[in-house]
């Protein structure tokens, strides 16, 4: 059997001093394997952005463990954990992120500059996957002039041009409109599928349910559920 992309072990996660210390994440257990579409779901406040911000590498957890590609996120020192999440994650955002005085295919290309030596290729992979979604006749265009379903794409085509292993969506289809949030949705499963990327998105969407490999969902900073997603 091979080991899990992403472990959580009794992970939990506090924000202030004693006295004034909120926990926004408590005792949480669980892992994620190669090429699985996992949904964590959960209303506002619940505390999965904050989950999916330590499954990303962007926060340590105050107790617990994390393993990421077998590493521990926890202890491991911050040069090489930019560098691990650089190289293993692709990061798809509720607000897009883009730059906004560079245009699609530029955006696009600017992740390959976080890694330690930038792809030659960087250009015509980003141009391609740009086309490969449909973005073709949008590659010289500024966020400006982009609808919020194309935004969307060129971030997800962004979180991809580094061929990560784990891609992380935080709330990739609240802005968005039913057949853009479909067509998002679709271009996630395509990338489990095809590339066998493993994927976690953190959502209230019920919407997009039918996406998922798993469903699990956390209220109050607890895992409430955890199953396999039936249709």
């Given at each position: 059997m091979?080991?899990?992309?992403?472990?959580a072990d009794?992970?939990?996660r506090?924000f202030?001093?004693?006295?004034?210390?909120v926990?926004a994440?408590?005792?949480?257990?669980f892992r994620v394997?190669d090429?699985?579409?996992?949904?964590?779901m959960?209303?506002s406040g619940?505390?999965?952005?904050?989950?999916?911000?330590?499954?990303?590498?962007?926060?340590?957890?105050t107790?617990?463990?994390?393993?990421v590609?077998?590493?521990?996120?926890g202890?491991l020192?911050?040069k090489e954990?930019a560098?691990?999440?650089?190289?293993t994650?692709g990061f798809v955002?509720?607000g897009?992120?883009?730059?906004?005085?560079?245009t699609?295919?530029e955006?696009?290309a600017?992740a390959?500059?976080l890694?330690p030596?930038?792809?030659?290729n960087?250009?015509s992979?980003?141009?391609e996957i740009?086309?490969?979604i449909g973005?073709?006749?949008?590659?010289y265009?500024?966020?400006?002039n982009l609808?919020?379903?194309e935004?969307?794409?060129?971030?997800f085509?962004?979180?991809?041009?580094n061929s990560p292993?784990?891609?992380?969506a935080?709330?990739?289809?609240?802005n968005l409109?039913?057949?853009?949030?479909?067509m998002?949705?679709?271009?996630?499963?395509q990338?489990?599928?095809e590339?066998?990327?493993s994927v976690i998105?953190?959502?209230?969407?019920?919407?997009?349910?039918?996406?998922a490999?798993?469903?699990?969902?956390?209220?109050?900073?607890?895992l409430?559920d955890d199953?396999?997603?039936?249709?």
């Open positions: 091979t080991a899990p992309v992403i472990e009794d992970v939990s506090s202030g001093k004693s006295g004034t210390e926990l994440v408590h005792h949480v257990s394997s090429g699985e579409l996992l949904l964590l959960g209303p619940s505390g999965k952005t904050t989950l999916l911000a330590m499954l990303g590498c962007i926060l340590r957890p107790s617990g463990h994390i393993r590609q077998g590493k521990e996120v202890t020192p911050s954990l560098r691990l999440r650089a190289e994650i955002f509720q897009f992120n883009l730059l906004s005085a560079l699609a295919w955006n696009v600017l390959g500059d890694l030596r930038r792809p030659r960087m250009h992979r980003s141009v740009l086309k490969n973005l073709g006749h949008r590659l265009h500024l966020p400006e609808s919020a379903g935004k969307q794409r060129v971030a085509a962004r979180a991809l041009v292993r784990i891609i992380l935080d709330e990739p289809t609240a409109d039913s057949e853009n949030r479909d998002v949705a679709s271009l996630l499963r990338a489990v599928k590339q066998g990327v998105i953190a959502t209230h969407d019920e919407r997009i349910l039918q996406a490999d798993r469903v699990i969902r956390i209220e109050d900073g607890q409430t199953r396999k997603h039936l249709p």
